[in-house]
């Protein structure tokens, strides 16, 4: 079946940067393009990225473009999210998603806090 897991999530200060990582199994990982979305505390859930199966495009929410970086190595069956420049308002719950013959599949999630 297939399984997510995310990582790397934790407390950073304003500024800082994480990079999240999401294992991937159950599933031919190279053929399906893969999401994070992410729910901050009182808010809607809400698309971060994109990534295409060959990587070849990639889509960003506004307020993370130019902070934030998808990627994937297909090799290894995981995908990335690169987080620089962190804010508060980056303060949510982090998933990961696969998006198979037009179902989601979502992992657990990786909580991000960012703090000073």
């Known amino acids: 079946q297939v399984k997510l897991v995310e990582s790397g999530g934790g407390l950073v200060q304003p500024g800082g940067s994480l990079r999240l990582s999401c294992a991937a199994s159950?599933?031919?990982?190279?053929?399906?393009?893969m999401s994070w979305y992410r729910q901050g505390p009182g808010k809607e859930r809400e698309l971060v990225a994109q990534i295409t199966a060959n990587e070849d495009r990639t889509h960003y929410a506004d307020s993370v473009n130019g902070r934030f970086t998808i990627s994937r190595d297909n090799a290894k069956n995981t995908v990335y999210l690169q987080m620089n420049s962190l804010k508060p308002d980056d303060t949510a719950e982090y998933y990961c998603i696969a998006h198979i013959w037009g179902s989601e599949y979502w992992g657990q999630g990786t909580q991000v806090t960012v703090s000073s």
């Open positions: 159950g599933f031919t990982f190279s053929t399906w393009p």
